[in-house]
């Protein structure tokens, strides 16, 4: 079956008979001729072709703007590194580099039982760069207004005095110190606002940092844990931390110890920790431990201050030595002054008086020239001296503090009721013209440490008054057995009774027990100088005799008793030198002793200077501070009593 299909077959072109050619065929065409066909356009719908023009011309651009800024790289290179270097390299290392000062750690000072009497806080000083506020720095031309205002109220400064700082004379200053030793909390707000304010530049470009050149060096604040007390011993520290006075200004090299360096790179006010630094570290200063005891200068002071009130004086002072080793346990002045605030402090109160007044001390000498007298064999203990009213030499008619009927006394009498008049005629057994007696005594006031230093090398401290000899007037010559017409500070009075009380060999005063460097190691003290004065009968005949003045009711320092103690000692009430006018004025009272008597181990010296209320006698104002003071210490280093019975001596006898 055939299928059959719905598609036309295709027709089949049959060839016929070849045609001539047509005229103009391959030529021009001819006459008649069909013109020739256009060649066939694209046809509707078809893609356009888009031809590429030349990219040489685009490389040409690129390769010649790549070289004139490289060019331009390259002549900026050449300016900074060749023509400006150092103009550059200068100033880059003038803001790059900071050198400051690493304070050393001052070395504290300490009581003999540790406690603290003189320490250091950490601090800082505030400093600056000048050049950091400079216009060309800052972009600004008020940077040190600026900062000023903003530092001002934090360290409590003039706003001018600190522009002053900021902008110098002297351009090229890198350093200034605008406040030393301020508390951490200052420097603390000052480094917060600073950082504020570099934190502002960093979001605003019309913003500058006028703190970037304030920078703070670690150091330390001298504090006074215990205010007024010991002050006149311990001194104070100034501002630039320098012992200004006391102990602080005799020890102040190896109390501060050696200061360091340190160089560093920084950037707007910043440290550059990967830029490296050099250090040299600091030295910590030593410690220094005195002979005081914290709790028997408290009590000194105490009654010290008290009396003076009471009294209205112009001041006073009280020493408490050990008799056997010439340290001094307390030294205390009224007025004082807290080295912690010093303008609080009284001009006239500054200092150490008990060290630097010179003063004639009056009776309380008297047991100088008792031990010549003794030390010579002039005279005994039981030796009689019979005392008038009245005693004329030289141009002088010479008086006792009261008036009284002619005096039987024994020489330990003489001392017990402190008669000018027994104590002249006493001294006057010491040669056979008085120029001989006067060339005795003097060697002896000499050997007791009149008219030297008396070796703590204390920073003011005074030597006295005591003139040779032979240029003594003729008044001196009578006067000075008695106390007046020479001069000596109160340590070399308190020294004097020390001597006797250590059998006759006088031990040079110390104030300094040791240092404790900063290894840690302990290193004592120098032992100090020993010096035989009198013989040791001598000595212990004195402390006998000086028994009388305050036990037996003839003397003058029964107020100075102490239930229990066996107490040796001597009143004091001398006309005073005024320092204002150089004229005598008023008095200076006083009581110097030691106890137990037959077994001394404390020395306590009491001086008060012009009292205008009340009583002015040495016994009756000084004798009692002696007693509370005294009591105070032997309780406090556990002396107790000797238990023996005193030894009493005559004080009168019967012509």
Request: hydrophobic share 35%.
């Amino acid at each position: 079956m055939t299928e059959v299909s719905d598609r036309e077959p295709p027709r089949r072109r049959v060839p016929g008979p070849a045609r001539p050619a047509r005229p103009g065929a391959g030529g021009r065409p001819g006459p008649g001729a069909r013109p020739a066909r256009r060649p066939a356009g694209p046809r509707a719908g078809a893609p356009k072709t888009i031809r590429l023009g030349s990219p040489r011309p685009r490389l040409r651009l690129i390769g010649v703007t790549l070289t004139l800024v490289l060019l331009a790289f390259v002549v900026r290179l050449f300016q900074v590194q060749a023509v400006d270097a150092s103009t550059y390299a200068s100033k880059a290392e003038r803001n790059r580099y900071v050198g400051q000062v690493l304070a050393a750690e001052r070395g504290e000072i300490t009581d003999r039982n540790g406690v603290a009497l003189a320490t250091s806080e950490d601090a800082y000083d505030i400093t600056a760069d000048p050049t950091m506020f400079a216009p060309d720095e800052l972009e600004i031309a008020d940077g040190p207004e600026q900062a000023a205002a903003l530092l001002a109220p934090i360290l409590g400064q003039d706003q001018e005095d600190l522009v002053r700082k900021l902008r110098p004379e002297n351009k090229a200053l890198r350093y200034v110190k605008l406040a030393g030793r301020q508390t951490p909390q200052v420097w603390k707000q000052i480094k917060d606002l600073k950082a504020a304010l570099a934190k502002k530049t960093e979001t605003d470009e019309s913003a500058a940092n006028v703190l970037a050149g304030v920078f703070s060096v670690p150091t330390s604040k001298r504090v006074y844990p215990n205010n007024e007390l010991a002050a006149g011993i311990l001194g104070w520290v100034n501002a630039e931390g320098k012992g200004a006075g006391g102990v602080e200004l005799q020890l102040d090299k190896r109390l501060a110890g050696k200061d360091g360096k340190i160089r560093y790179a920084q950037s707007g006010g910043r440290l550059v920790p990967t830029a490296g630094s050099t250090e040299t570290p600091a030295v910590p200063g030593s410690d220094i431990e005195l002979t005081i005891d914290r709790d028997i200068q408290w009590a000194a002071q105490n009654a010290i201050s008290k009396q003076v009130k009471e009294s209205v004086a112009d001041r006073g002072y009280v020493i408490v030595q050990d008799t056997r080793t010439g340290e001094v346990l307390a030294m205390a002045n009224a007025p004082g002054f807290d080295p912690n605030d010093l303008s609080e402090a009284d001009p006239t109160a500054l200092g150490n008086a008990a060290l630097q007044d010179a003063y004639e001390p009056g009776s309380t000498a008297k047991v100088l020239s008792m031990a010549a007298v003794l030390e010579e064999n002039a005279a005994t203990p039981l030796t009689h001296v019979v005392v008038p009213n009245r005693l004329h030499r030289g141009d002088r008619l010479f008086k006792d503090d009261i008036d009284h009927p002619t005096w039987y006394l024994t020489l330990n009498g003489v001392l017990a009721k402190s008669s000018n008049i027994g104590t002249i005629l006493a001294t006057g057994q010491l040669g056979r013209t008085q120029a001989q007696a006067n060339r005795v005594l003097y060697d002896y006031l000499r050997r007791f440490g009149f008219g030297s230093h008396t070796g703590l090398g204390f920073p003011g401290e005074t030597k006295g008054i005591l003139a040779p000899p032979d240029t003594w007037s003729t008044s001196q010559q009578y006067t000075i057995p008695f106390g007046q017409g020479v001069s000596i500070n109160a340590m070399q009075a308190a020294s004097v009774y020390s001597t006797i009380a250590n059998g006759g060999v006088r031990i040079e005063p110390t104030l300094v027990r040791g240092a404790k460097g900063p290894d840690g190691r302990f290193t004592p003290a120098p032992k100090p100088k020993k010096t035989r004065v009198v013989s040791e009968k001598t000595a212990k005949t004195l402390a006998r005799m000086l028994e009388s003045v305050v036990d037996d009711e003839e003397g003058t320092g029964t107020k100075a008793r102490i239930p229990g103690y066996r107490v040796a000692g001597k009143t004091g009430t001398a006309n005073r030198v005024d320092p204002a006018t150089g004229k005598y004025h008023g008095y200076t009272s006083s009581f110097a002793g030691f106890a137990p008597a037959d077994k001394p181990r404390i020395t306590v010296y009491c001086v008060i200077q012009n009292a205008t209320e009340g009583n002015y006698f040495g016994g009756q104002i000084c004798g009692p501070v002696y007693k509370q003071v005294m009591e105070f210490a032997l309780k406090t280093l556990q002396v107790p009593p000797t238990g023996a019975d005193p030894a009493r001596i005559p004080v009168t006898f019967k012509p």
